[in-house]
């Protein structure tokens, strides 16, 4: 559980080791819902293995915000502090390992953690860091095109072209799947500009 902290902050390796037995370890398969939009989220999940994405419905056409893998850990955080409907479904697109660790040990955990000396300051650098991300998805979205996206999403997690089908990848990019076979038809003709 909490394997990506595990692995970054191996000091805090007492309280991962309190709560192991509160978490839930589901092996599942591809297109497992873990959450549906408009339930309110009730634990942290953490990825072992395989690939899972978050995404809305727009009148019947899913639309991909994010993608999760190995060892990211992360939870709906408005609907699981506020404990308000989710605007996204989870679901698996690869068979997955995925833990659960229920809401009320999260909280206890997170009680626990912050008197840990320097815990403040770790909890703050990793949402700072995903704020960062998150701020830098959205603005890619205002100011490039589709292309531009395709390409920097090449450069920058080329693992997601990689693992990820292809009619999510143009759903994440906001783009239908024909458009993205044009794009990468025209890169692999070596076009400069679309």
Known sequence: MFLHFRKEFPELEKYWDKYLPHQRRLDV???????????????????????????????????????????AGFSLFDSFVNEAASQFTIETIEPSVIYLLPRI???????????????????????????????????????????????????????????????????????SAVHLSRIKGKLARGADHF
């Open 29 to 71: 398969p591809a297109k497992t819902v873990l959450l549906k939009e408009g339930q309110v989220s009730q634990h942290y999940i953490s990825v072992e293995q395989g690939c899972v994405r978050a995404y809305f419905d727009k009148g019947g056409d899913e639309k991909t915000v994010q993608f999760f893998f190995e060892n």
């Open 105 to 175: 040990h999260v909280l206890q955990m997170v009680e626990d953690l912050s008197q840990e000396p320097g815990f403040i300051q770790i909890f703050l650098k990793i949402s700072a860091d995903r704020h960062k991300r998150y701020n830098n998805e959205l603005v890619s979205f205002i100011r490039d095109t589709p292309e531009q996206r395709y390409l920097r999403l090449l450069a920058e997690r080329p693992h997601i072209i990689q693992r990820v089908p292809q009619h999510y990848i143009a759903s994440y990019l906001g783009v």
